[in-house]
Antibody, heavy 121, light 108 residues
């Protein structure tokens, strides 16, 4: 059974930094692209960032480009998202998701339970 | 960026009735369309990918159709556990992948 467990979310001041993690089990982690999606309180889903299985290719939403960094440690089956220069509008539940891909087209086949990041003074 | 528009925003349905949810893409995306279900306080769950393929374990009352720019999710006979928010997502034109704003299916 695929399991994804996020951690690391907490209250941080504007301008601050935070790293959230996602530990995976139940599948061969290194062979799957992974992604982060966030959801602000009472709002819809917003894709944040994605990374290939090897970690050699990454992509970001314009709203976080230059501030957030996605990475992975395949030896530890763990996905990371480093959040820098945080703003109030980054307040959200951050979900990691496993991507199933065919011909470079990927959908999100499994999701973690999410971790809440709150940016406030 | 491909903009996804879902309608209606809220759908009031009686248990046992059929529900039809729509999703429109601002440009053609082939069949690269997924549907997710989200219940309050829970993570989204994949229902449909490739516009019409049910994910593992998804009941047959959920069906997806469409291609190009117009897509539909049909729930054949609503059960109590189906009342939730449903999101469509395109993965043809990325980055970024984009989601629709969601349709809330509520009890009539």
């Amino acid at each position: 059974e695929v399991q994804l467990l996020e951690s690391g979310g907490h209250l941080v001041q504007p301008g601050g930094s935070l790293r959230v993690s996602c530990t995976a089990s139940g599948f061969t982690f290194r062979t799957y692209a992974m992604t982060w999606v966030r959801q602000a309180p009472g709002k819809g889903l917003e894709w944040v960032s994605g990374i290939s299985g090897s970690g050699g290719s990454t992509n970001y939403a314009d709203s976080v480009k230059g501030r957030f960094t996605i990475s992975r440690d395949n030896s530890k089956n763990t996905l990371f998202l480093q959040l820098n220069s945080l703003r109030a509008e980054d307040t959200a539940v951050y979900y990691c998701a496993k991507q199933d891909c065919s011909n470079g087209l990927c959908y999100m086949s499994a999701w973690g339970q999410g971790t809440l990041v709150t940016v406030s003074s | 960026e491909t903009v996804m528009t879902q309608s209606p925003a809220t759908l009031s349905v009686s248990p046992g009735d059929r529900a039809t949810l729509s999703c429109r893409a601002s440009q053609r995306i082939g069949s690269s369309l997924a549907w997710y279900q989200q219940k309050p306080g829970r993570a989204p769950r994949l229902l449909i990918y490739g516009a019409s393929t049910r994910a593992t374990g998804i009941p047959a009352r959920f069906s997806g159709s469409g291609s190009g720019t117009e897509f539909t999710l049909t729930i054949g006979s609503l059960q109590s556990e189906d009342f939730a928010v449903y999101y469509c997502q395109q993965y043809h034109d990325w980055p970024p992948v984009t989601f629709g704003g969601g349709t809330k299916v509520e009890i009539k």
